[in-house]
């Protein structure tokens, strides 16, 4: 740790107003290259923003050790901080107060994937269906009882991943296989459902005429924005992801 704090010492800190150019200067800190270049435009936009001082150094000590450790486990400095630019803003000013998918709760996510799954699907069967000409069109299209069931399996599925591949604690982040493992988990469950709507009798799975499909699509097209003004959902599927806390 001593070690790693005098490596860190050595960064040569810009005073207010000076542009740092010289990326070579954090070559000798043990850093990939893709990281010592996210450092050198780190201290081009703090200085930019004249940002200084004690505080300044401090925090670029404590950046350079999570990124030595992000290295070890195989995390850049992209993965711990997204851009220069939105990193540089946290340290300036802290970390945004946003709320991520913890407070949104499980349900809200779920609702929030399943109904933009609704929209898309109807959407969808909603358009072809004015297209399609005579009985036989309507083959290979899914029931309304199965296009619910289909979007409410991609709901929850999505709601129980994301905590899994997006946890508000980094050091948690699983590993890339094991990410692949989890959606290749959801998707052979998403296909083994799918397997089994196209069983349910066209009785209990009706296809309906296609104006009904586009006005199922535009009422959860309304209802997942209502759900997202309201809960304030980051981490849909269908939305920007939420940055992790470090």
Known sequence: MEEERKRNSGIKQPHHGEIVTNIESYNNLG???????????????LDQRGFSGEKRNQKIEETVQKMLDGQKKGLSAK??????????EELINGPKNVDNI??????????????????IFTLM??????FAKGKGSQNGQMGIIGIIIIALVFGVGWAWIVPLINPTDK??????????GYFALLLIVVFAILSGVTLIPKPLNPILPP???????????VGDIWLRKNYKITNGIFSAPQQSKK
């Open 79 to 88: 993965n711990l901080f997204n851009t220069p630019t939105e990193y540089a």
């Open 31 to 45: 850093l990939t290259k893709r990281n010592s270049n996210f450092l050198h435009q780190l201290n081009k936009i």
């Open 125 to 130: 069967y909603g358009v072809l269906g004015f």
């Open 102 to 119: 913890e407070s949104a709760g499980f349900w809200p996510t779920m609702g929030d994937t399943a109904l933009m799954f609704m929209a």
């Open 211 to 221: 104006i009904w499909y586009l006005i199922i699509a535009g009422f959860s097209f």
């Open 171 to 180: 050091k948690k982040k699983p590993k890339l296989w094991k990410t692949l």
